[in-house]
């Protein structure tokens, strides 16, 4: 039995299904590439903060971080441009900026996981559906043909098949991502909270030297 006969066999509720399995395969595709390392954190960022030396390095970090691409050159970006502010805000700071870029590595996610939860709610509508088109169809010709019963049961379930096909990879690419965000937003909160310590003690270094 070819895709095609499939989908006339599960009716109308198919198109959304459809539509869902469309847009989850679109959402997978795309935080596959947006979520690799390299593309959020940029190795160039690291061995720039590495090499912080000062004020004197300030305006090229920036420029550098404007050159680089990622979520963690913006948290760096904020965190040199509140370099000045005392430790308690400027790690507030880091963290709203951080915040914003993990709301923008979850970008997708929660269409996805609600793809994850209404396709097997569909697949069921269309199989109790199909169901009450079955008993419909017993009440008209009786009982004396069970071909129509088999193929109307038969029927009736490919949405729910369909409904799972779509549910399921969704729900697993959901928790991969959801994870991939988490380990990257960690990993960034440690590199810039350890970029911030270090500017305080370029900060206190440069104090005592004035004095």
Not at 92 to 108: D, P, S, Y
Not at 181 to 192: G, I, R
């Amino acid at each position: 039995m070819d895709a095609l006969t499939l989908l006339k066999q599960g009716g109308w509720l198919m198109v959304p299904l459809g539509i869902c399995s469309i847009l989850a395969l679109a959402i997978i595709i795309e935080r596959s590439i947006a979520l690799r390392r390299a593309r959020v954190i940029d190795e160039a960022v690291l061995k720039m903060i590495a090499r912080y030396a000062g004020e004197e390095s300030a305006e090229r970090a920036l420029i550098g971080c404007q050159r680089a691409h990622g979520a963690f050159a913006q948290v760096i970006t904020g965190v040199i441009t509140t370099r000045h502010l005392d430790h308690a805000q400027a790690i507030e700071n880091m963290n709203a900026v951080g915040r914003t870029q993990v709301g923008r590595l979850e970008r997708g996610l929660t269409l996805l996981e609600i793809i994850a939860a209404i396709s097997p709610l569909l697949g069921l509508l269309g199989t109790v559906w199909g169901m009450v088109k079955v008993f419909n169809a017993i009440t008209a010709q009786g009982l004396g043909n069970p071909q129509v019963l088999s193929d109307g049961i038969s029927n009736a379930l490919v949405t729910t098949v369909a409904g799972l096909c779509v549910a399921i990879p969704a729900l697993v690419f959901h928790s991969l991502f959801s994870k991939r965000v988490e380990e990257l937003a960690t990993e960034m909160q440690d590199h810039a909270t350890r970029f911030i310590l270090h500017l305080n003690a370029l900060a206190d270094n440069a104090s005592v030297r004035k004095r």
